[in-house]
């Protein structure tokens, strides 16, 4: 069993930035297909970044691409989401999410979320 624990979140101005962490108990997540997922009140979680195990390939959400960066540094076992430009937009708590393949398909493992506030 894995446990994702997620940190980094917290209140931000527009224009600022966060860097979310997310570090699993229990296992090593360094064959693990990554990612961050998100969720805002009233809405559906929705896609934000995803990394394959070894931090050659990445993927994002349109509306992060330029602004969100996701890393690896699986020495550590965590896996990184620096957000810069943040929007009152991305305010949403964040989740970090594991699987064996591809997080896009299905996920395995959730973190607990982490909560983002961009205030205007």
């Known amino acids: 069993q894995v446990q994702l624990v997620e940190s980094g979140g917290g209140l931000v101005q527009a224009g600022g930035s966060l860097r979310l962490s997310c570090a699993p108990s229990?296992?090593?997540?360094?064959?693990?297909?990554m990612g961050w997922f998100r969720q805002a009140p009233g809405k559906e979680r929705e896609f934000v970044a995803a990394i394959n195990w070894n931090g050659a390939s990445t993927e994002y959400a349109d509306s992060v691409k330029g602004r969100f960066t996701i890393s690896r540094d699986n020495a550590k076992n965590t896996v990184y989401l620096q957000m810069n430009s943040l929007k009152p937009e991305d305010t949403a708590v964040y989740y970090c999410?594991?699987?064996?393949?591809?997080?896009?398909?299905?996920?395995?493992?959730w973190g607990q979320g982490t909560q983002v506030t961009v205030s205007s």
């Open positions: 999410a594991a699987h064996r393949l591809s997080v896009r398909a299905n996920v395995d493992y």
């Open positions: 229990g296992r090593t997540v360094s064959v693990y297909h």
